[in-house]
């Protein structure tokens, strides 16, 4: 069965600090990848995404990913965070199957603290 | 623009009951998809609804059940409700064809608790 793996369940961070979350996925086949957050009292919002082309992707609030294949990975980064991204973050991927096409599978989420 | 709306935004319900949440799609959108977020883990996907079908389901057992209108707002019904299926359920829409199916997005949700 596929699987999302995310590394960390909680992360705490000051201000400025650099970010990078795990996500790993257990499909061998072609793959959508995305990144979605939650902050507090809000919905899930979605990041960024990854179809194809270029592993690097750009996302909202200066976020970014890496789509590295060989290790079946999609790592967020952020490269100087604020205290605003306090929030919980989810990789999800969807697997280009017929059988799985259109259905988001999560990982359980890593919850992130900035302190001021 | 209006986004994804869901109602009830709580509700409580008793072991056995059942129990019907309802989700209005993004304007534009045709496809709705059904998610259960346990406390703590991730969103599961329980179904997705296009063009008044079910086109796909989850591991989900058949207690739990969907509608979509053809307005394409959707419903989900929960029969013999047990405590395991306390959680927040997230009502997600998209448009049905193409790269887009795959940008969902997500409602508030609506949190039931079985007692």
């Known amino acids: 069965a596929q699987s999302v793996s995310q590394h960390n369940h909680h992360v705490i961070l000051s201000e400025a600090a650099s970010l990078e979350l795990g996500c790993n996925y257990s499909?061998?086949?072609?793959?959508?990848l995305f990144w979605y957050v939650q902050y507090p009292g809000q919905h899930l919002q979605l990041l960024l995404k990854?179809?194809?082309?270029?592993?690097l992707v750009k996302g909202i609030k200066g976020f970014e990913a890496e789509f590295i294949k060989s290790k079946f990975s999609f790592n967020l980064r952020k490269p100087s965070v604020q205290w605003s991204d306090t929030a919980e973050y989810f990789c999800?991927?969807?697997?280009?199957?017929?059988?799985?096409?259109?259905?988001?599978?999560f990982g359980a989420g890593t919850q992130v603290v900035v302190t001021p | 623009d209006a986004g994804v709306t869901q109602s009830p935004t709580h509700l409580i319900k008793t072991r056995g009951q059942q129990v019907t949440l309802r989700c209005s799609p993004k304007?534009?959108?045709?496809?709705v998809s059904w998610y259960q977020q346990a406390l703590g883990q991730g969103p599961q996907f329980i179904f997705q609804?296009?063009?008044?079908?079910?086109?796909q389901r989850g591991n989900f057992p058949d207690r739990f059940s969907g509608h979509q209108f053809p307005n394409y707002s959707s419903e989900l019904n929960v029969n013999a409700l047990l405590l395991g299926d306390s959680a927040l359920y997230l009502c997600?829409?998209?448009?049905?064809?193409?790269?887009?199916?795959?940008?969902?997005?997500f409602g508030p949700g609506t949190r039931l608790t079985v007692t």
């Open positions: 990854y179809f194809s082309g270029d592993p």
């Open positions: 609804y296009y063009e008044e079908e079910e086109r």
């Open positions: 999800a991927v969807i697997a280009m199957t017929t059988d799985s096409w259109g259905k988001l599978q």
């Open positions: 997600a829409s998209s448009l049905g064809l193409g790269l887009a199916l795959y940008e969902q997005y």
């Open positions: 304007s534009g959108h045709d496809t």
């Open positions: 499909y061998g086949g072609t793959v959508n």
